[in-house]
């Protein structure tokens, strides 16, 4: 059975940073495509970033490119989303998402992942 738990979540001033994590179980993530998406009141999930790290790829929306970023410690089997720099649109509930490796190409991962955790909420005030 696969888990994913995500955490790391809260509220910070604009400009601020946070690091969120999810701990996975039940896959092993350095064979997966994994994504963190994130969903605000009113609005449609969108894809944040994703990872393949049997190729070494990585894929962000263009909204957090240089400022977020996607890694993960497959020791641990843990992915990460380090967020800097965070504007009060970045404000959403933050979801990690797992599936086969093959969905991290191209954009597929926005559509194919099957695996989700429960979401963590980040807040961020002007």
């Known amino acids: 059975q696969v888990q994913l738990v995500e955490s790391g979540g809260g509220s910070v001033q604009a400009g601020g940073s946070l690091r969120l994590s999810c701990a996975a179980s039940g896959l092993t993530i350095s064979r997966s495509c994994m994504g963190w998406f994130r969903q605000a009141p009113g609005k449609e999930r969108e894809g944040v970033a994703a990872?393949?790290?049997?190729?070494?790829?990585?894929f962000y929306a263009d909204s957090v490119k240089g400022r977020f970023t996607i890694s993960q410690d497959n020791a641990k089997n843990t992915l990460y989303l380090q967020m800097n720099s965070l504007k009060p649109e970045d404000t959403a509930m933050y979801y990690c998402?797992?599936?086969?490796?093959?969905?991290?190409?191209?954009?597929?991962?926005?559509?194919?992942?099957?695996?989700w955790g429960q979401g963590t909420q980040v807040t961020v005030s002007p």
């Open positions: 990872i393949y790290s049997g190729r070494g790829s990585t």
């Open positions: 998402a797992a599936g086969h490796w093959s969905y991290c190409s191209g954009g597929n991962w926005r559509q194919g992942l099957n695996y």
